[in-house]
């Protein structure tokens, strides 16, 4: 710091002034906290009463449990994830579960119950013929390093049950709904808000335990998300104050591709290398969406993302800087799907991710600081698997 007496005697000739005055300053902004601007999604996300950065279970924990069953939903909530992530669907008699694939052969023993009706879809059974079916044996003999007893017979899950297991738990997270090919289920916006409304999650619930999760409590406790624009409309109309994503993708009817050539025509010899060549026709029909989007409710856009290793999961880049830094600008969140890898977080983060879509809680958790104190196989055990 500068004295009296030294800043008056400094003061004594116009040079020794101006010497003064750059000393002043320079011990001024010295003494003065150093304050980085926040990070623009950080910003929106408060606003909107958001975690920032979040980590939305993708179907749970489904690395390491079936997707969309209690397993995998108690382990990612028990872990720590900001957010229970579903597809919701709607039975035959109208009841709403949680379910990502819309016919059944995928992830349940469909060809052994109903062999005539293999091929089905969803939409066509009943809660009681879905509750037949064994949703967690498929698991076991996809992953035999991650296989679990306790996995066989897991059931398919209505939207009231994963209500029930988010609020079962010291964690309280938010729920990351999305409507699942809805032109297939008319109405179901509606439905949504009127299970949501029931169980109490379109008002002001208790916060947790210090020290837990409380995404519950909070104006963020419930997200909507849908790749459809009528969707969007209706959810909306029907939940206005709810927070809202639109989920983006290029070519197949969505946002138009720089190229039509489909992957049959294209030369690539995997669905990962056709989608990381697909780019947006031009910055103006990505700004068209990203506007249409906030015109009808969107709070934010979950882009595809391309993933460093390839994979299953890695499709289009829709995560450039100058995407991000539109969709910020425009007062939009950013949650890409699915990420598993830290190398993705890292490289994402920096693009401006405010959050992932992710199977693996556990890893991303770790990589924001947030580690679970118990291991995946502690609680897992303690809830019976």
Same mark, same amino acid.
């Given at each position: 710091?500068?004295?009296? =007496?030294?800043?008056?005697?400094?003061?004594? =000739?116009?040079?020794?002034?101006?010497?003064?005055?750059?000393?002043?300053?320079?011990?001024?902004?010295?003494?003065?906290?150093?304050?980085?601007?926040? +990070?623009?999604?950080?910003?929106?996300?408060?606003?909107?009463?958001?975690?920032?950065?979040?980590?939305?279970?993708?179907?749970?924990?489904?690395?390491? +449990?079936?997707?969309?069953?209690?397993?995998?939903?108690?382990?990612?909530?028990?872990?720590?994830?900001?957010?229970? &992530?579903?597809?919701?669907?709607?039975?035959?008699?109208?009841?709403?579960?949680?379910?990502?694939?819309?016919?059944?052969?995928?992830?349940?023993?469909?060809?052994?119950?109903?062999?005539?009706? !293999?091929?089905?879809?969803?939409?066509?059974?009943?809660?009681?013929?879905?509750?037949?079916?064994? !949703?967690?044996?498929?698991?076991?003999?996809?992953?035999?390093?991650?296989?679990?007893?306790?996995?066989?017979?897991?059931?398919? /899950?209505?939207?009231?049950?994963?209500?029930?297991?988010?609020?079962?738990?010291?964690?309280?997270?938010? /729920?990351?709904?999305?409507?699942?090919?809805?032109?297939?289920?008319?109405?179901?916006?509606?439905?949504?808000?009127?299970?949501?409304?029931?169980?109490?999650?379109?008002?002001?619930?208790?916060?947790?335990?210090?020290?837990?999760?409380?995404? !519950?409590?909070?104006?963020?406790?419930?997200?909507?998300?849908?790749?459809?624009?009528?969707?969007?409309?209706?959810?909306?109309?029907?939940?206005?104050?709810?927070?809202?994503?639109?989920?983006?993708?290029?070519?197949?009817?969505?946002?138009?591709?720089?190229?039509?050539?489909?992957?049959?025509?294209? @030369?690539?010899?995997?669905?990962?290398?056709?989608?990381?060549?697909?780019?947006?026709?031009?910055?103006?029909?990505? &700004?068209?969406?990203?506007?249409?989007?906030?015109?009808?409710?969107?709070? @934010?856009?979950?882009?595809?993302?391309?993933?460093?290793?390839? @994979?299953?999961?890695?499709?289009?880049?829709?995560?450039?800087?100058?995407?991000?830094?539109?969709?910020?600008?425009?007062?939009?969140?950013?949650?890409?799907? =699915?990420?598993?890898?830290?190398?993705?977080?890292?490289?994402?983060?920096?693009?401006?991710?405010?959050?992932?879509?992710?199977?693996?809680?556990?890893?991303?958790?770790?990589?924001?600081?947030?580690?679970?104190?118990?291991?995946?196989?502690?609680?897992?055990?303690?809830? @019976?698997?």
């Amino acid at each position: 710091m500068l004295n009296g =007496t030294t800043f008056t005697a400094l003061h004594k =000739t116009p040079l020794a002034k101006a010497f003064a005055s750059l000393a002043l300053a320079a011990a001024l902004l010295s003494a003065a906290p150093v304050m980085a601007a926040e +990070a623009p999604g950080k910003v929106i996300s408060s606003k909107l009463g958001l975690p920032w950065p979040a980590v939305i279970g993708h179907r749970g924990a489904s690395f390491d +449990a079936p997707e969309e069953t209690i397993a995998s939903y108690t382990l990612a909530r028990d872990l720590g994830a900001d957010y229970l &992530e579903m597809d919701i669907q709607r039975t035959k008699d109208g009841v709403l579960i949680a379910l990502h694939d819309d016919k059944l052969g995928r992830t349940t023993n469909i060809a052994e119950v109903f062999p005539e009706r !293999a091929k089905d879809p969803v939409s066509t059974f009943t809660l009681a013929e879905l509750k037949q079916l064994d !949703a967690g044996s498929w698991f076991n003999k996809a992953y035999p390093d991650r296989a679990r007893p306790g996995y066989v017979g897991l059931k398919i /899950l209505t939207l009231e049950e994963v209500m029930a297991i988010a609020d079962g738990g010291a964690n309280k997270p938010g /729920l990351y709904v999305e409507t699942k090919v809805p032109a297939q289920f008319p109405g179901i916006e509606a439905d949504v808000r009127k299970v949501l409304e029931k169980g109490g999650w379109l008002s002001q619930r208790p916060a947790a335990a210090k020290g837990h999760v409380s995404v !519950a409590s909070t104006p963020g406790r419930v997200i909507l998300q849908t790749f459809e624009k009528p969707s969007l409309e209706l959810l909306q109309k029907e939940m206005p104050n709810v927070p809202k994503i639109l989920l983006l993708w290029i070519g197949d009817g969505y946002m138009e591709a720089k190229s039509n050539v489909a992957y049959k025509d294209s @030369g690539y010899k995997d669905y990962a290398s056709f989608y990381a060549a697909q780019e947006v026709k031009s910055p103006a029909e990505f &700004e068209a969406w990203l506007d249409w989007a906030k015109t009808h409710g969107a709070n @934010g856009i979950g882009p595809a993302s391309k993933l460093t290793h390839g @994979g299953d999961q890695s499709y289009m880049d829709m995560m450039k800087p100058w995407m991000t830094k539109m969709a910020h600008d425009k007062g939009l969140v950013i949650h890409p799907y =699915t990420v598993d890898d830290p190398v993705d977080f890292k490289a994402l983060k920096a693009q401006g991710a405010d959050g992932f879509f992710t199977n693996r809680a556990s890893v991303l958790l770790k990589f924001y600081g947030r580690p679970s104190k118990d291991s995946i196989d502690t609680i897992l055990k303690r809830n @019976g698997y």
